[in-house]
């Protein structure tokens, strides 16, 4: 199983986030729709499968969710997709590389934001409402309890709960760059992802798909999606943009030479890359 050491990683990441900020606008909408619609197809395999086991299991049903939802940032990152999460990790590293410029970095924030919502949105109202996936009972109580538990925080509990996501989801993203080949890119994504979910940290996109279905079920309001949406997006790229891209940035490429460095990417010249990563 091979794998790029840290500092490859994070090179490798900076390339990601370059190339992220210059896709063709509607290469970045299809894709990020096709990852909000993955993400959302995660949650709902948790709903379906959680909500039959018996309430005695505790924690332990928690943990069979949590270990299903990271089929759908599995997708994303193997299958092709444009994560707003992984996003706030990625390009705001190359931005801190000098790779790209600002503006890219809030264009392509928002239209990832933009094009993830409408990929949950989808799932929530065509799969939850309209096939009633989430509006049949037990998985209506099951999605009521869990979309009622993110929007019945403080602010500030909002805002660090989506730190701590974004720092594992991140972390997730960053591991499945470190490995070579699929199997070690599935290991690296699963347990961080699964992780978060288990602990009940707040995921931006997920909660696109998870109150939204809650809303169409006619409990919660799109007010109070918008109270949670702007402390967890908040908290989110806090996770990924400092805990995990600035940090690792101080790291590994603070001191290095500011250099386009898609010149010598992995794709194109790797003996040069790799070379360059280890000085």
Not at 93 to 110: D, E, F, G, S
């Amino acid at each position: 199983m091979g794998f790029y050491k840290p500092q490859e990683i994070a090179r490798y990441t900076v390339e990601s986030g370059y190339k992220k900020a210059n896709l063709q606008w509607i290469e970045s909408v299809i894709l990020g729709f096709q990852a909000g619609a993955f993400i959302a197809l995660g949650f709902l395999l948790y709903i379906r499968v959680t909500a039959n086991l018996p309430t005695d299991w505790g924690s332990f049903s928690t943990f069979i969710g949590a270990s299903l939802f990271p089929v759908g940032l599995i997708l994303v990152l193997i299958g092709g997709g444009e994560l707003l999460t992984g996003n706030m990790m990625a390009v705001p590293l190359a931005r801190m590389a000098k790779q790209i410029n600002t503006k890219q970095v809030i264009t392509n924030i928002a239209l990832i934001t933009s094009s993830n919502f409408i990929g949950a949105l989808f799932v929530a109202y065509f799969f939850g409402h309209i096939v009633g996936l989430t509006e049949q009972e037990p998985y209506l109580a099951m999605t009521l309890n869990l979309a009622e538990h993110k929007v019945h925080v403080s602010f500030l509990q909002a805002f660090v709960s989506g730190i701590g996501c974004n720092w594992l989801v991140a972390s997730a993203v960053w591991l499945s760059y470190g490995s070579k080949d699929i199997g070690g890119k599935i290991l690296g994504i699963w347990f961080p992802t699964m992780a978060f979910v288990a602990i009940g940290f707040q995921h931006v996109v997920a909660n696109m798909f998870l109150i939204p279905a809650a809303i169409f079920a006619g409990v919660l309001t799109w007010l109070q999606f918008i109270q949670n949406f702007v402390p967890v997006f908040l908290g989110n790229a806090v996770g990924g943009g400092i805990f995990v891209a600035g940090i690792y940035w101080m790291a590994y490429l603070s001191n290095q030479k500011s250099e386009k460095i898609t010149k010598n990417s992995i794709e194109e010249n790797p003996i040069a890359f790799l070379r360059e990563s280890k000085r």
